[in-house]
């Protein structure tokens, strides 16, 4: 079974910056793809970005070009760098990866960004 753990969430006034980390304990190489998702209180999960075996991303439009989605095979880990932050942006983000047909989830870390 794999194990993602999220990391790097945290207060931050708008127009900061965070970068979230998710460690996982198998190889991302070998996942089909790796993602963040976010949930606001009151409404559902979103994808926010997401990165291919192949290198290709895609992101959530009301993060484009101030989210970069990205990752480390060698130490198994994703990335995710937020840039401008806003309050819209505050939710719980989680990792995902999907192995063949196993789809893991993290726990979750909160981000709470401030006005």
């Known amino acids: 079974q794999v194990q993602l753990v999220e990391s790097g969430g945290g207060l931050v006034q708008a127009g900061g910056s965070l970068r979230l980390s998710c460690a996982a304990s198998?190889?991302?190489?070998?996942?089909?793809?790796m993602g963040w998702y976010r949930q606001a209180p009151g409404k559902q999960r979103e994808l926010v970005a997401s990165?291919?075996?192949?290198?290709?991303?895609d992101y959530a439009d009301s993060v484009k070009g101030r989210f970069t989605i990205s990752r480390d095979n060698a130490k198994n880990t994703v990335y995710l760098s937020m840039n401008s932050l806003k309050r819209e942006d505050t939710a719980v983000y989680y990792c995902?990866?999907?192995?063949?047909?196993?789809?893991?989830w993290g726990q979750g870390t909160q981000v709470t960004v401030s006005s």
């Open positions: 198998a190889s991302i190489f070998t996942a089909k793809a």
């Open positions: 995902n990866g999907l192995w063949g047909y196993y789809n893991a």
């Open positions: 990165i291919t075996s192949g290198g290709s991303t």
